[in-house]
């Protein structure tokens, strides 16, 4: 059984689960591909057998804005 929080720390990501969305396998070695999550937010798909990104699946489109307080 294949370890995949450990393929996924090896590409930088947190694995998040198996895809659902987009291409479901791996054209190299035809393996089920799997989400991860990286620093920035962004969801990738990889390939946990090749172990490489594949493509970039999500996108956060807005990044939390920090306002420090202020005196009117």
Not at 25 to 51: A, H, V
Not at 57 to 64: A, D, E, I
Request: with cysteine; aromatic share 10%.
């Amino acid at each position: 059984m294949t370890n995949f929080k450990k393929i996924a720390e090896k590409l930088g990501l947190k694995d998040t689960g198996e895809s659902w969305i987009g291409d479901k396998f791996c054209q190299d070695c035809s393996s089920e591909l799997r989400f991860g999550k990286d620093e920035q937010g962004c969801i990738l798909s990889y390939c946990p057998k090749c172990q490489k990104k594949i493509a970039t699946v999500f996108t956060p489109r807005f990044q939390t804005i920090k306002i420090s307080p202020h005196d009117d």
